[in-house]
Nanobody, 127 residues
Framework: EVQLVESGGGLVQAGGSLRLSCAAS????????LGWFRQAPGKEREGVSY????????DYADSVKGRFTISSDNAKNTVYLQMNSLKPEDTAVYSC????????????????????WGQGTQVTVSS
């Protein structure tokens, strides 16, 4: 059974940092696309960052470029999202998602491109 479990969320002041983790089980990590998405109350789910576990290529939403960094540890089947210079508008439930193989760049941001989802972790940034 494929499982994705997020951790690392919490409450932080604006300008602070958090590191989210997404631990995967039930599949080997060698050729998957993992994505981080977020959803704030009353808003649609938004793609934040993506990584290919095959070659380490990454992509980011414009709203987080230069502040967030995605990485993976294939030996631990874990993907991380380092979030720096956090802003109140980053407040949301952050979820990780996975799909086998590559996803074309134009479809990375679409939740429908992914087969597996975690339950999410709350990130709250106070002003």
């Amino acid at each position: 059974e494929v499982q994705l479990v997020e951790s690392g969320g919490g409450l932080v002041q604006a300008g602070g940092s958090l590191r989210l983790s997404c631990a995967a089980s039930g599949f080997t990590f060698d050729d998957y696309t993992l994505g981080w998405f977020r959803q704030a109350p009353g808003k649609e789910r938004e793609g934040v960052s993506y990584i290919s576990t095959r070659d380490g290529s990454t992509d980011y939403a414009d709203s987080v470029k230069g502040r967030f960094t995605i990485s993976s540890d294939n030996a631990k089947n874990t993907v991380y999202l380092q979030m720096n210079s956090l802003k109140p508008e980053d407040t949301a439930v952050y979820s990780c998602a996975a799909r086998t193989g590559r996803i074309v760049v134009s479809a990375l941001h679409s939740p429908t491109s992914y087969d597996y989802w975690g339950q999410g972790t709350q990130v709250t940034v106070s002003s």
